[in-house]
């Protein structure tokens, strides 16, 4: 394995007061990438969000050295903003990231209630890709993209991980991972 840049060891999860998984280990490193897969409610976005930080695991220990970019289910962009003032940072965008991008600048002007569940998809992504976080960690990425838009995702994290980053995607087959290992839950 490359530099760490994610490791959790031994993780329990409760919620509801029911234990969704336990005894869960796991370790990612640049250029690598975990595809999380699993039943419906078998704790998937449970496991992202402890490992974002979001939701403190019953037991166990998490330690990622590197900067994280976390994508749920909702795309986190306002409703009443303008997607040219949710993203504006379209002047810093490089090719990789105007993958997403492209067909959206046009829409700069438009509040993001009024994109369609697609491009705020889209949007939401290349937010994530801006960031310049080196661990990415996507809850169903590919929900709501059409097959072109799919295939440009599964690029963009093939870039990532050949630039040295690292991820840990949730789907449900939708989003192909390229090289990943899977953790079935
Ligand atoms: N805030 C919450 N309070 C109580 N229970 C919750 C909460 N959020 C999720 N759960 C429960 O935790 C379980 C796992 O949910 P989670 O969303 O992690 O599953 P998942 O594997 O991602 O499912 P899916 O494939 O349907 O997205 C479910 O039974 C769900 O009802």
């Known amino acids: 394995m490359g ?55 019953a037991a166990g220990r998490i330690e990622h050295p590197a900067k994280i970019a976390w994508l749920g289910h909702e795309n986190a962009l306002k409703p009443g903003r303008t997607l040219g003032q949710e993203l504006g940072w379209w002047a810093r965008m490089d090719d990789t990231q105007a993958l997403f991008a492209l067909g959206l ?20 992504l290349a937010r994530v890709i801006a960031s310049g976080a080196a661990l990415w960690l996507l809850d169903e990425p590919g929900a709501g993209l059409d097959a072109a838009n799919a295939k440009a995702l599964s690029a963009a994290i093939g870039a990532h ?15 192909d991972v390229p090289g990943a290992r899977e953790l079935a839950l």
């Open 3 to 57: 530099d760490t840049l994610i490791r959790a060891e031994n993780l329990a999860c409760v919620r509801g007061g029911r234990l969704l998984f336990e005894g869960l280990s796991l370790a990612v490193g640049a250029g690598e990438a975990l595809r999380v897969t699993g039943p419906n409610g078998s704790g998937k976005s449970s496991l992202l969000r402890c490992l974002a930080g979001l939701l403190p695991p």
């Open 105 to 124: 600048e046009t829409l700069g002007d438009v509040p993001v209630r009024m994109l369609s569940a697609g491009q705020k998809r889209r949007a939401a």
């Open 161 to 175: 991980l050949a630039a040295g980053g690292g991820a840990i995607v949730v789907t449900h087959g939708e989003t």
